[in-house]
């Protein structure tokens, strides 16, 4: 249920209003919306969204990014870099990273519910990795559902990110961006779309 609602964000995300309606039709206050959406487009732009609801006594912080309906972000997929994680997808890890950790400051152990599609849900893995390794956010306070994830996060990072659930389709080529032999892997639990399941 919560991987369909993860879809519902992520294909609201690409246009403010749509996103805004659904985030009021959820309850959802404290809304932020990145500058990227009032500027031109480039291929640094990404499109991302905080928003806050009360649930009995917890809060639940939303990031919403978007992942498709663009012109000029493909371009930074194709900046892979020689080691570490995927330099295009960290460098928009790094245009989210200082707005949220502030944004998530602002809540008592809050729990985070993560959606991302195609280039942002590689983002969405490397933001888990840091907020994880700088424990930012408890993993039991963490829903991260990601689709179409292509390899963004370096494959010698061997810790476990069991909260993090990548929805692929292995006829969908993104979902092999970047090649293994690169260095590169997603975090997390991969579900195969159309397994025999």
């Known amino acids: ?24 039709y959820h ?9 990227d959406y009032e500027q031109e487009e480039d291929k ?3 499109l991302f969204s905080f928003a806050h609801k009360k649930i009995g ?4 912080v939303a990031l919403t990014m978007s992942g498709y309906k663009y012109s000029h ?3 930074n997929n194709l900046t892979i870099g020689k080691t570490g994680n995927h330099v295009g997808f960290a460098s928009g890890a790094q245009k989210v990273l200082p ?3 502030q944004y998530l400051a602002k809540y008592n152990e809050p ?5 991302g599609y195609s280039r942002t849900a590689a983002i969405a893995n490397i933001i888990t990795t840091y907020l994880f390794d700088n424990e930012l956010v408890d993993e039991a306070n963490y829903y991260a559902y990601l689709f179409e994830t292509p390899k963004g996060v370096s ?15 292995s006829a969908d080529l993104v979902t092999y961006v970047a090649p293994t032999e690169y260095g590169l892997k997603r975090i997390g639990k991969d579900i195969e779309l159309y397994s025999d399941k």
């Not at 995300?13 to 009021?24: H, S």
């Not at 309850?27 to 500058?35: C, K, Q």
């Not at 006594?57 to 639940?60: G, R, T």
């Not at 729990?111 to 959606?115: Q, R, T, Y």
């Open 27 to 35: 309850s959802f206050d404290d809304i932020f919306y990145s500058a």
């Open 44 to 46: 640094d732009t990404v």
């Open 57 to 60: 006594n917890d809060d639940l």
């Open 99 to 101: 707005t949220l950790i």
């Open 155 to 169: 494959a010698s990072n061997e810790k476990e990110y069991n909260s993090v659930f990548n929805i692929v389709n």
């Open 1 to 24: 249920e919560l991987a369909i609602e993860a879809m519902s964000f992520v294909v609201s995300a690409p246009d403010k209003d749509v996103l805004n309606g659904l985030y009021q």
């Open 111 to 115: 729990k985070v519910f993560v959606n």
């Open 73 to 75: 972000q493909w371009e």
